[in-house]
C-alpha cells in the first residue's frame, strides 16, 4: 500500500502544471463590468484589464457549468470602438521549453454578418497564437480563422453559433509554434506565431460586432513542465523509493 503510495505521488508531481483559471463565479467576480475583477484568483499577475472603451460585463445570463460567464455585446466599429481586455499571468518565457495551454469555453449566441472575436496570448508588443471567430454570413455557422505567421486565413472548420464551444491554443515556446483544436479535436499542428515576442505574459481578447452577443467561460491557462523538470522529478521519485525499501 505503502509502495503505491509513493509512486501516485511521484507521478503526480512529476505531471503537475502551473494553473491560472478564470470561472466569472462569485465570491471573485460580481455582475458588471469585468475591468478590475477577478484579483484574487490564484497565480494571475492583477485583474483584467480593459484596453479600449466599450465593455465586457460579467453577466448570469448564460454559463457553461457555472452561474456567471463574460458577456460581449457591441454594436461595432473598430479602433477603440470596440470591446478588448488582457489579464496577465507569469508562466510563459521565449526560448524555455515549455508548452503553454490556452482553454476557453465560448457560446457564439447571437451574431450578425461581419462580427468578429479573437483570442490569443501576447505581451504587451507582440502576438503569439491567435485564432479568429467570424461569422460571415446570414447562417447559424462562424468562420473559424487562424493566424500562422503573418497570415490570417479560414481554416475551413465552421462552429454552430448558440452553443458552448472548447477552444484550446497550445504554444510550443522552443519553436514559437501552436496547435488549435476545438471541442478536444486537434485542428492544425505546427502554425507560427504573429510575430516573436519575448514571452507570452497575458491572455488577450478582442471584438467588433456589427451587433451580437457571445459568452466567454472558463478560461484557464497551463504551463506544462519542461522535459528537463519532468525527469528531474522522476529521479527524485526513484531515490525516494529505493530509501523506502532499503527501510
Excluded at 509512486?7 to 470561472?23: C, G, H, K, N, Q
Excluded at 460567464?69 to 470591446?83: K, N
Excluded at 469555453?105 to 479568429?132: C, M, Q, R
Excluded at 506565431?193 to 497575458?202: C, I, N, Q, Y
Amino acid at each position: 500500500m505503502t509502495t503505491v503510495a509513493v509512486l501516485t505521488l511521484v507521478t503526480s508531481v512529476a505531471s503537475a502544471a502551473s494553473i491560472y483559471s478564470s470561472d466569472f463565479e462569485a465570491p471573485e467576480y460580481s455582475v458588471g463590468d469585468v475591468d478590475g475583477q477577478g484579483g484574487g484568483e490564484a497565480g494571475w499577475l492583477g485583474p483584467w484589464v480593459n484596453i479600449y472603451t466599450k465593455t465586457a460585463n460579467v453577466s448570469n445570463a448564460d454559463a457553461n457549468g457555472g452561474t456567471q460567464s463574460l458577456e460581449f455585446i457591441s454594436s461595432g466599429g473598430g479602433g477603440s470602438d470596440r470591446v478588448a481586455y488582457y489579464r496577465n499571468h507569469p508562466i510563459a518565457e521565449a526560448g524555455s521549453s515549455k508548452t503553454v495551454s490556452m482553454k476557453f469555453d465560448l457560446n457564439l449566441a447571437s451574431l450578425e454578418n461581419g462580427s468578429f472575436i479573437i483570442y490569443g496570448l501576447d505581451t504587451t508588443n507582440a502576438v503569439g497564437p491567435e485564432i479568429t471567430l467570424v461569422h460571415s454570413g446570414s447562417n447559424s455557422f462562424v468562420d473559424v480563422f487562424r493566424r500562422d505567421g503573418a497570415s490570417s486565413t479560414d481554416s475551413g472548420v465552421d462552429v454552430t453559433g448558440g452553443e458552448w464551444h472548447t477552444f484550446e491554443l497550445v504554444s510550443d515556446m522552443a519553436t514559437s509554434t501552436y496547435s488549435w483544436s476545438v471541442d478536444g479535436v486537434v485542428q492544425e499542428t505546427g502554425l507560427g506565431f504573429r510575430s516573436s515576442p519575448a514571452g507570452l505574459e497575458r491572455v488577450r481578447f478582442w471584438s467588433t460586432y456589427n451587433n451580437g452577443v457571445s459568452y466567454l467561460d472558463n478560461v484557464v491557462v497551463t504551463a506544462i513542465p519542461e522535459p528537463s523538470t519532468i525527469a528531474l522529478m522522476g529521479m527524485i521519485g526513484v531515490l525516494g523509493f529505493v530509501a523506502y525499501r532499503r527501510k
